[in-house]
């Protein structure tokens, strides 16, 4: 197990408000991934990072930022919530021998 | 850009069958294909990583193939069960930075 945990597992916000969601992982992965799972477009990748302060877009990046002070933790951040950003959000690492390992994931849901 | 296929989009088979899950993917220079699987409302459970060096893996009751020449991996499930009942989805890297595209997946039910 690549023990990564995603936080909060479950949150509901309203519509303009700044959310920040954490992915944690304890093995010291150097790249780390936020994607997006929605009905009809599968997953889709928003940012992901290659190392410490090291991030870069997805194909679905706008509304999003994200920051990487520390190898372990990738913070998502929702810096005005709207409803097209309901969604269950998945973080994962990647192992090169091993390749990907997701988070349970969190659901988002802007009201 | 990389593109990935599955098909079909669903299947519903008796209990004890065979079946092979399709996955095409668009730009052959991959290093590496993964198959995952997704139980409804839970999180994505790695399956299989094939490395572009081999053309299987096996792990239990499922077989995956890569052929990269021909843009094509599948799953073989052999002797299906109900608790094989999920989604199925196959991913293939995109560009730099090791990112995957995914496919949007094959619903799988095995029936009693």
Not at chain 2, 46 to 75: F, H, Y
Request: hydrophobic share 30%.
């Amino acid at each position: 197990d690549a023990g990564i945990t995603q936080s909060p597992r479950h949150k509901v916000t309203e519509t303009g408000t700044p959310v920040t969601l954490r992915c944690h992982q304890t093995e010291n992965h150097r790249y780390m991934y936020w994607y997006r799972q929605d009905p009809g477009h599968g997953l889709r990748l928003i940012h992901y990072s290659y190392g410490v302060k090291d991030t870069d877009k997805g194909e679905v990046s706008d509304g999003y930022s994200v920051s990487r002070s520390k190898t372990e933790d990738f913070l998502l951040t929702l810096e005005s919530a709207t409803s097209s950003q309901t969604s269950v959000y998945f973080c994962a690492i990647f192992d090169r021998d091993y390749g990907y390992t997701f988070g349970s994931g969190t659901r988002l849901t802007v009201v | 850009k990389q593109e990935v296929t599955q098909i079909p989009a669903a299947l519903s088979v008796p209990e004890g069958e065979n079946l092979v899950l399709n996955c095409s993917f668009t730009d052959s220079a991959i290093y590496n294909l993964q198959w995952f699987r997704q139980d409804p409302g839970k999180g994505l459970t790695s399956l299989l990583l094939i490395q572009s060096s081999q053309r299987e893996q096996t792990s239990g009751r499922l077989n995956a193939s890569l052929d990269k020449s021909s843009g094509r991996s599948t799953l073989y499930i052999a002797a299906s069960q109900p608790g094989d009942s999920a989604t199925y989805l196959c991913a293939a890297p995109t560009g730099g930075g090791n990112k995957l595209t995914f496919g949007t997946g094959t619903q799988l039910k095995v029936e009693l």
